[in-house]
C-alpha cells in the first residue's frame, strides 16, 4: 500500500447519518438523492467507546444539513448535535456551498448549526464544494478559479474552522473506463489536471487568508492513483481523508 510519509495523517472515523452503500453516492460531480428516515431511535444509534481506543483517533459523524434534504426536516441543529455527543464524538463534517463572495448559501441553516455545535464543544469539518470548477478548464483557469472560491471562503468564514476539506471525491469520474485508479496513469489526463490545479489553488488560497488551517483532500476505495497524482503535482495537502463504504466500489 502507498505511503504518504511527508504528511501528518489525522484519521478522522466518520459514520454516516445516511445510508451509504457506495463510494460513488455524495460525489461533488452529481445531485445526491437522500433516500433516509429522517427519524430516529436508541436503537438506531450505536456508542462509540472511545475509551476502548487509541487517544490519537478522532470520531465524527458526516451529515448534509445545509442541502435541504427532506431527510433533515424536523431535526432542528441541537437535536443533530446532540446526535453527536450522545456517541461520544465531537466532530461535524458536512458539505458547505458558497456563493463567488465566500458567503455560505443558506447561512439561515448555518449558523444554528454552528451555534450548536460551538455551545457542545463540537468541532465543525466543512466540505468546500467546488462550485466553480470546469473539467474542461485549462490549468491556469482552473487554478485561479479554485483559489478565489477558497479564499473568499475563508476569508468570510475563517473563524468557524481549523480544518478544510477540498470538494469531495473529485477523482471518482475522473477514472478512465476498465482502470481501477491505482496508478496515475489511470485518470483522464486533462481532467485530472483541471482537478489538480483548482485544489492547488483552493489550498493556497485558504493558507494565504488563514495561515493556520490544514487542509483535506479525499479518495475512496482503490483510487489512492489520484492522492499520488496531487502530490506529484504539488497540491500541499495537510491531510488525507480516505472513504471506504460499505460494498465500495
Known amino acids: 500500500m502507498m505511503m504518504f510519509n511527508r504528511y501528518k495523517l489525522l484519521l478522522i472515523m466518520f459514520i454516516a447519518t445516511g445510508s451509504l452503500s457506495s463510494c460513488k453516492k455524495d460525489s461533488d460531480f452529481g445531485v445526491v438523492d437522500e433516500n433516509v428516515n429522517g427519524s430516529f431511535s436508541k436503537n438506531s444509534l450505536a456508542t462509540v467507546n472511545t475509551a476502548a481506543v487509541n487517544q490519537n483517533l478522532i470520531f465524527g459523524i458526516n451529515g448534509h444539513p445545509l442541502d435541504l434534504s427532506p431527510s433533515y426536516r424536523g431535526i432542528g441543529p441541537y437535536t443533530q448535535i446532540n446526535l453527536v455527543t450522545s456517541m461520544g464524538m465531537n466532530w461535524y463534517r458536512f458539505d458547505i456551498v458558497a456563493q463567488s463572495s465566500g458567503i455560505v448559501t443558506v447561512p439561515y441553516l448555518f449558523r444554528p448549526i454552528h451555534d450548536a455545535a460551538v455551545a457542545s464543544g463540537v468541532n465543525i469539518l466543512p466540505v468546500v464544494y467546488p462550485r466553480t470548477l470546469n473539467l474542461n478548464s485549462t490549468e491556469a483557469v482552473a487554478y485561479q478559479a479554485g483559489k478565489l472560491l477558497a479564499t473568499n471562503f475563508a476569508k468570510q468564514n475563517g473563524q468557524y474552522f481549523t480544518h478544510y476539506e477540498l470538494g469531495n471525491e473529485l477523482g471518482i469520474k475522473l477514472v478512465l473506463p476498465g482502470k481501477t485508479g491505482q496508478s496515475q496513469s489511470h485518470f483522464d489526463p486533462a481532467k485530472i489536471k483541471a482537478v489538480a490545479a483548482y485544489l492547488k489553488g483552493m489550498d493556497e488560497g485558504i493558507k494565504a487568508t488563514d495561515p493556520g488551517a490544514k487542509t483535506m483532500v479525499d479518495a475512496s476505495w482503490l483510487r489512492y492513483g489520484y492522492l499520488k497524482y ?20
Open 230 to 249: 496531487l502530490e506529484t503535482y504539488g497540491v500541499k495537502f495537510d491531510i488525507i481523508a480516505y472513504h471506504w463504504y460499505n460494498n465500495c466500489r
